[in-house]
């Protein structure tokens, strides 16, 4: 009897040691993500279709931060990612048909153990005051209030108070230009796997920090930034803190979470006040660094940087078009550089690229070799741009393969003056952009990109760069932007208020 007693109670433990070996082995974790950069001056909306849709096995492939979880033995349910080029204001119906794909996913996914969220932070869609926080609360509904959420941003968002109420771990990129993306993503991922198995009860502290500085005026890779920055991997290594993230916020945006933040996560709460002590320490330094959040590239007008282009006579120089810059948002259809350009007799200048597709068909139509008359650009942006005559030759067309795709392109020259002619918006950010239509930049002695920063590829092999200020909806002169909406008073709007990041 002892023996049969003690066999079953044996095989009982077996049993539970095995059903808890189970319960580890499957711990479950959802995903999703709405990542957008909503430019709020634009006159162009973001639709549905300007979205880039994954699901299921598609979102994992290739990403380092699914690895995180797999090695950490956690089973994803991958849902709806969507991502699109920065532009306008989202299209309601786009942003209400993800939602409730994302939400019935997650009402079907069974038992959950956490959420990754893959955002970028600086969405906005038409009708909604705050659609992430409409997200994020949505998903809370569904998922109860202890359930971990993880989140990876770009360091141009502004998730506002009630988007963070609902998240439990956060971390943003540590570059602009950006060069860590992944390296975020998995931290996130990691962040999430940690509280998992350890049992941490994140806990996040904060400081918004009342700034709207552009991207072109917080590169991450000089001062003051820099050694900001810098302090991150410290701060996240601290006894009791997990992470640290300094949001440069995102400014074309006319919301009242328009701003500066410093976000710090800690294991628990009892380790809140140095998490917020954190906070303030950085906030303060970014504070105190204001005036010096500048462009680190020589700026002035078209004709000033054409002018100033003259004192590199054997070098390439990379000018932005720094209003038009469709990678913050506007339409890349603004061709008053290329009118600069004609008016200075530049030779060998290249305007990489103006959107234009009406004017793409005519060269299409036209072909390799003729001369055609044309109107350029100001359709779109009919703000501060208006469309521009020029006669002109094609000189390029991509093949047919390429023409129907998002990166069919003419290339026309005007005496002496290239111009990239591109059916859709998009901007030359990689070399690969310039081979794609069969140029070499480092040809030409002037190269006009609608960009603020040059992105990394380009910041690497660029010669000279200058920053042409031009007028648009991505100006760079804050103050000359016509804000309704930010919370005021907020530099540089309100340029002599005074701050104490500890109020
Ligand atoms: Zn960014």
Redesign the pocket.
């Known amino acids: 009897m002892k023996q049969l007693i003690a066999c079953l109670l044996s095989g009982l433990f077996l049993l539970s040691a095995f059903s808890c070996k189970v319960e580890q082995k499957h711990k479950r974790v959802l995903t999703l993500g709405i990542r957008h ?1 909503s430019n709020t001056f634009s006159t162009l909306l973001t639709k549905k279709s300007d979205f880039r849709v994954l699901r299921g096995a598609d979102v994992i492939k290739g990403e380092s931060w699914a690895d995180v979880f797999k090695n950490a033995d956690i089973e994803l349910i991958p849902t709806l990612h969507a991502y699109a080029w920065p532009g306008g204001v989202v299209e309601r119906s786009a942003f209400e048909d993800f939602m409730s794909e994302i939400l019935d996913s997650i009402k079907n996914a069974g038992h959950l153990d956490g959420i990754y969220m893959d955002m970028h932070g600086a969405l906005h869609v038409e009708g909604y005051e705050d659609a992430q926080a409409t997200l994020i609360q949505k998903i809370r509904d569904v998922i109860g209030k202890d359930m971990l959420i993880s989140g990876s941003f ?3 968002g502004n998730p506002s108070p009630d988007f963070v109420k609902n998240i439990n771990l956060m971390t943003a ?1 540590r570059t ?1 230009p ?1 060069r860590d993306g992944a390296e975020t993503k998995a931290r996130a991922a990691q962040m999430l796997t940690d509280a998992l198995k350890y049992g941490w009860s994140p806990h996040i502290e904060y400081v918004v920090i009342p700034i709207l500085v552009p ?1 072109e005026k917080s590169i991450t890779e000089v001062e003051p930034l820099h050694s900001i920055y810098a302090q991150i991997p410290d701060i996240a290594k601290t006894e009791g803190l997990i992470d640290a993230s300094i949001f440069a916020g995102y400014c074309w945006a006319d919301l009242p979470r328009s701003a500066m933040r410093v976000f710090v996560v800690a294991k628990d709460k009892k380790y809140s006040a140095k998490a917020k002590n954190e906070a303030i320490r950085l906030a303060q330094q970014i504070w105190n660094s204001r005036d010096k959040l500048e462009l680190d590239v020589p700026s002035g007008s078209i004709d000033e940087m054409l002018i100033k282009s003259e004192e590199y006579p054997d070098k390439t120089v990379f000018i932005s078009d720094s209003g038009d810059n469709t990678t913050a948002g506007a339409p890349g259809d603004n061709p008053q550089v290329l009118e600069a350009l004609l008016r200075h007799k530049t030779k060998n200048a290249l305007m990489a690229g103006i959107v234009d597709q009406e004017a793409l068909n005519k060269c299409i139509d036209a072909g390799v070799g003729e001369n055609i008359k044309l109107t350029v650009g100001g359709k779109v942006d009919y703000v501060f741009g208006k469309p521009l005559e020029i006669e002109a030759k094609v000189v390029f067309l991509s093949p047919d393969s390429v023409m129907n795709t998002k990166r069919g392109a003419a290339v026309i020259e005007i005496d002496g003056v290239k111009a990239v002619i591109l059916n859709a918006r998009r901007s030359f950010i990689e070399v690969n952009d310039f081979e794609d239509v069969g140029l070499n930049p480092l040809d030409f002695k002037i190269v006009v990109v609608k960009l603020g920063y040059l992105y990394p590829e380009l910041r690497d092999i660029a010669p000279v760069h200058l920053m042409a200020l031009t007028s648009g909806f991505c100006n760079l002169d804050m103050r000359t932007l016509p804000f309704e909406h930010v919370h005021r008073p907020s530099y540089p709007l309100d340029m002599d208020m005074g701050w104490d990041p500890t109020r």
């Open positions: 950069e770009d360091l141009h990129y602009a950006h991207g």
